[in-house]
């Protein structure tokens, strides 16, 4: 049996997920780091507010305004792609975060309710079952009744923090890939030229 053929782990399939659906876009894309870096920024910014299935569209409205009204562009291929750190298996613990840090912000340190408790409240307010907009305005709709501003005021601090660091880290990321390629580039073409001389 082949290594391709053989299951692979789940660690194992998230490492590869994550190589191919956000490093690898961000090595191939030919903008300058800064572009690259804000579009991971943006991809940040609006997987850690609470829309989840509309994060995606959010993130081309974003590119489509930035673009026309402000001429401040990035790297729409990034963003989408950074969105999908909140996703169907993290979203519920993300969410948790968001509510534990709103209740904190909002001064409401006696009422905060466990794990369990919280994702059983969340499973019944949110109909996951159902398309997007069905998902959408039972999102939305749970967000601002049932379990209140918490999720949407504590999802604001980690929206800033991880935008920023997405930004910061990315950047660097990108200028060491670049650096690494070019020296690599120059080795190759100083070995071709050793040899044909």
Known sequence: MTT?????????????LVRYRLHIPMKRCQHPPE??????????????????GIQMGLVFVTWLVTRGLFKWNFSLVN????????NVFTIIPAYYLFYITGQFMLGRHDDISGYGAFTDLLRTVMDWE???????????????????????????????ASGWLGYKLSLQFVINHR?????????????????TT
């Open 130 to 160: 159902g398309g997007a907009w069905q998902t959408l305005v039972s999102s939305i709709d749970g967000a601002l009744t049932t379990l209140g501003p918490p999720i949407l005021v504590g999802s604001i601090p980690w929206a800033i």
């Open 79 to 86: 963003g989408l792609a950074w969105t999908w750190t909140t």
């Open 4 to 16: 391709r053929q053989r299951k692979l782990g789940w660690f194992e399939w998230v490492k590869r």
């Open 35 to 52: 572009h690259i870096a804000r579009g991971v920024m943006v991809g940040f910014v609006w997987a850690m507010l609470p829309f989840f």
């Open 179 to 195: 650096k690494r390629r070019d020296q690599r580039r120059s080795r190759i073409a100083n070995a071709a030229r050793s040899a």
